[in-house]
């Protein structure tokens, strides 16, 4: 087995250790861009793992995104990134160690647009470290949700139009993200609240930030509309369905919906594809 096909085996496996709850929609994709999506799903994660860390000091965290920024912005070099992240290698978890890895992983004609949005949102991360993640109006929350969510919806496009050409609206992009990012914050509203973490603008309720939610998804029902390539279209069903239907729950006051819940709403969809 070749290098390359080793390291896409190995990227599969690292996306189904990182996120069971995105490898099921990213298996309804072909070889090609199951292997786009899951490789631009862990460059993203990759520095996720960086701003949510629970121990590295905030200031680490700022000098890592910004030179990961920068590093992803111009000539991306492998040695010199290990260089940078190997003084936390006790810290970090392998899908970041391993950047580079899935930066290779990724077609070349779209590796730069993947890259650049990966850019953007470790630029955007370290701000709001900087910010010490102080939201105060709605217009700080969609600036968050923007870099850590938003960007995964406009890099998904870029995706689709460079596979076969599928045109989708960018604000309804963003949305999609804003809207799968704000339904997680509500998951774990009373969880960030105990260690005195808070998304929540100042004088919103609970109520606003399920408003949010709805207001987003709605616009990410939107987004899926003008996909015809069913396997894409099944790709952004699953997640949209789960975010509606979690959000459901917690309204109900539950605190997330079962396996089973979950299993029973992705038959559903594949069932509803198969009658279309």
């Known amino acids: 087995m070749s290098k390359v096909s080793n390291l896409q085996k190995e990227s599969l496996l690292m996306l189904k250790e990182t996120s069971r709850t995105f490898f099921i929609p990213i298996s309804f994709l072909e070889s090609t861009l199951k292997k786009t999506v899951g490789s631009a799903y862990l460059c993203m994660r990759a520095i996720d793992e960086i701003e949510d860390h629970p121990e590295l000091e905030d200031q680490v965290k700022i000098n890592l995104l910004r030179s990961i920024q920068e590093m992803l912005a111009t000539d991306f070099d492998e040695i010199r990134y290990l260089e940078l992240v190997s003084p936390y290698e006790a810290s970090l978890p392998p899908v970041t160690m391993r950047l ?82 704000a339904v997680n914050m509500l998951r774990n509203y009373d969880e960030d609240f105990e260690r005195g973490v808070t998304f929540v603008p100042e004088g919103w309720t609970r109520e606003d930030m399920f408003n949010y939610a709805k207001d987003n998804l709605a616009k990410a029902d939107l987004y899926v509309k003008p996909i015809k390539n069913k396997r894409i279209l099944m790709f952004c069903k699953v997640p949209l369905a789960l975010a509606h239907s979690t959000l459901k729950a917690l309204k109900s006051g539950k605190e997330k919906m079962s396996r089973q819940e979950v299993e029973g709403i992705v038959e559903q969809l594949k069932q509803e594809e198969r009658l279309s």
Not at 124 to 152: P, Q, S
Request: charged share 30%; net charge negative; with cysteine.
């Open 100 to 181: 580079a890895d899935w930066i290779s992983v990724c077609p070349e004609e779209i590796r730069g647009k993947v890259m650049e949005s990966t850019a953007i949102m470790a630029g955007g991360m370290a701000k709001w470290v900087e910010k010490d993640w102080v939201i105060k109006t709605k217009e700080d929350l969609d600036e968050y949700t923007y870099y850590v969510a938003g960007l995964v919806g406009t890099m998904l496009s870029d995706i689709w139009r460079w596979y076969d050409g599928t045109e989708t609206n960018d604000d309804h992009a963003i949305a999609f993200g804003r809207g799968l990012q």
